[in-house]
Nanobody, 119 residues
Framework: QVQVVESGGGLVQPGGSLRLSCAASGSMSVINSMGWYRQAPGKQRELMGAVTSGGTANYADSVKGRFTVSRDNAKNTVDLQMSSLKPEDTAVYYC?????????????WGQGTQVTVSS
């Protein structure tokens, strides 16, 4: 059974920084992408950033230059470093892990961690 566990959310002032961490455990074949989505109230879940197994990273335009995704393949962990935070970054942040296995892909999700940007 695969588990994805996030940590590091909380309340931060505008302009501040916060780091989210995520660890995946359990038996998986090949892990392709790992990264982060977020979902604000009343909005759809949107991709913030992800890194492939080869190290290629992509980010949403809204967070480029402010957010950085880093991944440790040996530990199956992925972090999200957020800086210059804005109130509009307030959302529940979800870690995801995409597994490639015979027959197709499987995506695993964490339970979500709340990030609130407010003075």
């Amino acid at each position: 059974q695969v588990q994805v566990v996030e940590s590091g959310g909380g309340l931060v002032q505008p302009g501040g920084s916060l780091r989210l961490s995520c660890a995946a455990s359990g038996s998986m074949s090949v892990i392709n992408s790992m990264g982060w989505y977020r979902q604000a109230p009343g909005k759809q879940r949107e991709l913030m950033g992800a890194v492939t197994s080869g190290g290629t990273a992509n980010y949403a335009d809204s967070v480029k230059g402010r957010f950085t995704v880093s991944r440790d393949n040996a530990k199956n962990t992925v972090d999200l470093q957020m800086s210059s935070l804005k109130p509009e970054d307030t959302a529940v942040y979800y870690c995801f892990v995409e597994e490639w296995r015979p027959g197709g892909r499987q995506t695993y999700w964490g339970q979500g961690t709340q990030v609130t940007v407010s003075s």
